[in-house]
């Protein structure tokens, strides 16, 4: 039937192509010449008929013979090429470009083979024959980067920009910029950076350009072309000298994808613009003492004193450089200067906390008290006087002070706690429950009042009770991740999934509702995925400590070496300050000098495991 549709409709390509599919290997070669008798300017035809040959000098016959009948056909060209050594390939593009001159392919192609100075030829009259292609002008920048000559990268861009506009072609910004992060990729950073250099400005409204330049840099390094977003920092610093906004993203970018010197080089520079924001100061210092260079760290904060001169984060800065590094007396005169000159609520905390954690507690006490009195609304100081006097072992002195800090501050939620814990710990249910009531009227809806509310009950094993508690907290705080965390855990097992799909819906992005369902996930040893909750927890919120701490664990107990390694190290990068359990350990006085590492390995070891 298939021939004699051949025989019907010879000049039909697409039934030859049927007919050829449908003979047997003997009759295929057959049936393909017939058909190229009849349509000798098939390409499709000419290619089957060339799979059809199984030895490379046939395929280059048959090739040979197609060209002859289409010398024009790029595909068959392109055929011809692949079947030939680079020397033999070399002589054949030269061939090819002469009969298909608007092919970037091939001349792109003939480009690759030739000699640096030949290349250069053979791209100009590429550019002769097809004045509206960038990818012939990216290749030249590429060709002479190559080959050391960066003079010309730029002025190769520069040239392919203004040719394309004047043969009215449209230059596309995205286009362009898609080119430099593949120039990337091929190791071309000096092209990739002169054509976002370049283009960057191009079609650009100038109230628009400092958000539409962020947001390219952040979509180079969403495509992990990281040379690209540093040329377009670059490129707005030079137009925005003073931007404190740019120069904060271009240090973050530069501390999580650069080295220590791109990062110290870039703040060196910041600080000579924008010589008044403390945190580029904070971080080049951080920098230079992480990398063990103490002297210069101190030089970097002496600079910002002069520049900032009552700054309260430079002073605590320098406090804790000298602390870190076992001089302790000259953060004490650091903060006494500190106290004089930029005296606030946090100096005198640290200062309070530096004598404590030296083991001067009679000069701690002195400090807070007097501290309190010129800052009565401070929180923190009537915490600290409290946990001195427990410290000391004055529990009618605690109480006392809290009973007072509780009427100053209200507000402080972690002040009514300290007070219900005290008195739980003294075995005053009746007055830790009435202390939680009242801070709960001073501040309604407070997730981590109602949460102390249900402990309480779980400790003292009202079970029913706790339920109740918790079932009002959810009313009253139906989207606090902390309630929901702690309420998936108060289910039975099987009850656990439903509760925790339900704490999902409330709050789908809460991480203390991610990490108890990494928590519940491991609790029933599915360790794959509750590997892949414990890297969502961390991902959302890097700050929490807890996060971490419950991930090295689990990595400890599931994970080889490289995956604790791999958690351990992503944790230190992040530097958690908060969590309920991380802040436990890390406030002990007797841990202040603990790194993160420490904590965590500390955490590792001492924290339940889900059950």
Same mark, same amino acid.
């Given at each position: 039937?298939i021939?004699?549709g051949t025989?019907?409709?010879p000049k039909?390509?697409d039934v030859w192509?049927?007919a ?5 290997p ?6 393909a ?18 799979d059809?040959?199984d030895e490379k000098a046939?395929? =280059?016959?048959? *090739?040979?013979? @197609?060209?002859?009948?289409? #010398?024009n %056909?790029?595909? /068959? !060209?392109?055929? +011809?090429?692949?079947?030939h050594?680079?020397?033999?390939? =070399?002589l054949? *593009?030269g061939? @090819?470009t002469e009969c298909? #001159?608007? %092919?970037?392919? /091939? !001349?792109?192609? +003939? ?8 290349a =250069?030829?053979? *791209?100009?009259k590429a550019?002769?024959n097809? #004045?509206?292609?960038?990818q012939? !002008? ?7 980067e190559a080959n ?11 040239r392919?920009?203004t040719?394309l ?6 230059v596309?910004?995205?286009h362009?910029?898609?080119d ?11 092209t990739?950076?002169a054509?976002v250099r370049?283009?960057i ?5 100038e109230?628009d350009?400092?958000h539409t330049?962020m947001?390219?840099a952040e979509?180079c ?8 977003a540093?040329?377009?920092f670059?490129?707005?610093l030079s ?6 906004s ?5 240090a973050h970018?530069?501390k ?7 990062l110290e080089t870039?703040?060196q520079k ?5 010589p008044?924001?403390?945190?580029l ?8 003492w992480?990398a063990?260079d ?15 001169p009552?700054s309260?984060?430079?002073?605590l ?5 000298e602390s870190?590094?076992n ?14 000159q930029?005296g606030?609520a946090?100096?005198?905390m ?12 009679a000069g701690a006490?002195?400090?807070v008290?007097?501290s309190i009195?010129?800052y009565p609304?401070a929180?923190k ?13 004055n529990i009618e ?5 809290y009973?007072?800090a509780?009427k100053?501050?209200?507000g402080?939620?972690?002040l009514w ?5 005290l008195?739980?710990q003294?075995?005053?249910l009746t007055k ?7 801070g709960?009227?001073r501040?309604?809806r407070s997730?981590?009042l109602?949460?102390?509310?249900v402990?309480i009950e779980?400790?003292?094993?009202n079970?029913?009770?706790a ?9 009253d705080?139906p989207?606090s ?7 998936i855990?108060m289910?039975s ?6 509760k925790?799909?339900d704490?999902?819906?409330?709050c ?9 369902v990494?928590?519940m996930?491991w ?6 995925k ?5 890297g ?5 919120d890097?700050d929490?400590g ?8 689990f990595e400890m107990?599931?994970g080889t070496?490289d ?7 992503k944790?230190v990068a992040?530097?958690?300050h908060h969590g309920?359990e991380?802040c436990?350990?890390?406030k002990?006085i ?7 590492e420490?904590i965590?390995r500390v955490?590792g070891s001492?924290?339940?495991e889900?059950l």
């Amino acid at each position: 039937m298939i021939l004699q549709g051949t025989e019907s409709c010879p000049k039909v390509e697409d039934v030859w192509m049927e007919a050829i599919r449908l003979m047997t290997p003997e009759q295929k070669k057959a049936i393909a010449a017939n058909g190229l008798r009849q349509l000798p300017n098939s390409v499709k035809l000419w290619v089957k008929a060339t799979d059809l040959e199984d030895e490379k000098a046939a395929k =280059r016959r048959v *090739l040979k013979k @197609a060209l002859e009948q289409i #010398p024009n %056909s790029v595909r /068959l !060209w392109k055929l +011809l090429v692949e079947q030939h050594d680079p020397e033999d390939a =070399r002589l054949l *593009l030269g061939r @090819a470009t002469e009969c298909c #001159p608007t %092919s970037t392919e /091939l !001349w792109l192609a +003939l480009a690759r083979l030739e000699t640096y100075d030949n290349a =250069r030829k053979v *791209l100009n009259k590429a550019r002769e024959n097809i #004045p509206t292609d960038r990818q012939v !002008w990216v290749t030249a920048a590429q060709l002479e980067e190559a080959n050391s000559n960066m003079p010309m990268v730029q002025k190769i861009v520069e040239r392919a920009v203004t040719s394309l506009t004047s043969n009215m072609v449209e230059v596309n910004r995205d286009h362009w910029i898609e080119d430099a992060e593949k120039c990337e990729k091929a190791g071309s950073i000096a092209t990739a950076q002169a054509i976002v250099r370049t283009i960057i400005g191009h079609n650009v409204e100038e109230e628009d350009r400092k958000h539409t330049w962020m947001e390219d840099a952040e979509s180079c390094i969403a495509h992990t072309a990281y040379d690209c977003a540093r040329a377009v920092f670059a490129h707005a610093l030079s137009i925005y000298p003073s931007k404190k906004s740019i120069w904060l993203r271009a240090a973050h970018f530069e501390k999580s994808h650069g080295t220590r010197e791109s990062l110290e080089t870039l703040l060196q520079k910041a600080v000579t613009y924008c010589p008044k924001v403390e945190v580029l100061w904070l971080m080049g210092a951080k920098s230079k003492w992480l990398a063990g260079d103490v002297p210069a760290a101190r030089s970097i904060l002496a600079l910002a004193f002069q520049a900032n001169p009552n700054s309260e984060d430079i002073w605590l800065a320098a406090v804790k450089l000298e602390s870190e590094n076992n001089e302790d007396e000259r953060a004490r005169r650091l903060l006494q200067k500190a106290r004089e000159q930029a005296g606030t609520a946090r100096v005198w905390m640290k200062s309070v906390k530096l004598e404590w954690v030296l083991g001067n507690i009679a000069g701690a006490v002195q400090m807070v008290t007097k501290s309190i009195g010129l800052y009565p609304d401070a929180p923190k100081l009537w915490m600290m006087q409290a946990q001195l006097d427990l410290s000391l072992g004055n529990i009618e002195k605690a109480r006392e002070h809290y009973s007072l800090a509780v009427k100053k501050c209200y507000g402080s939620v972690p002040l009514w706690l300290q007070l219900s814990n005290l008195e739980e710990q003294c075995g005053n249910l009746t007055k830790a429950r009435s202390v939680l009531e009242r801070g709960l009227l001073r501040n309604p809806r407070s997730p981590d009042l109602w949460l102390q509310s249900v402990r309480i009950e779980e400790r003292s094993g009202n079970a029913s009770v706790a339920k109740t508690n918790m079932a009002k907290a959810l009313q009253d705080c139906p989207n606090s991740g902390v309630l929901w965390a702690h309420a998936i855990f108060m289910e039975s097992r099987k009850q656990r999934k439903t509760k925790s799909v339900d704490a999902l819906k409330s709050c789908e992005h809460d991480p203390h509702v991610l990490l108890a369902v990494a928590k519940m996930m491991w609790a029933e040893r599915f360790t794959s995925k509750a590997r892949d909750w414990f890297g969502r927890t961390v991902k959302i919120d890097p700050d929490l400590g807890d996060a971490w701490a419950y991930y090295y664990k689990f990595e400890m107990k599931h994970g080889t070496e490289d995956q604790q390694q791999a958690v351990l190290k992503k944790a230190v990068a992040a530097e958690p300050h908060h969590g309920e359990e991380w802040c436990t350990v890390s406030k002990k006085i007797a841990n202040w000098r603990k790194k993160t590492e420490d904590i965590l390995r500390v955490l590792g070891s001492s924290l339940p495991e889900p059950l």
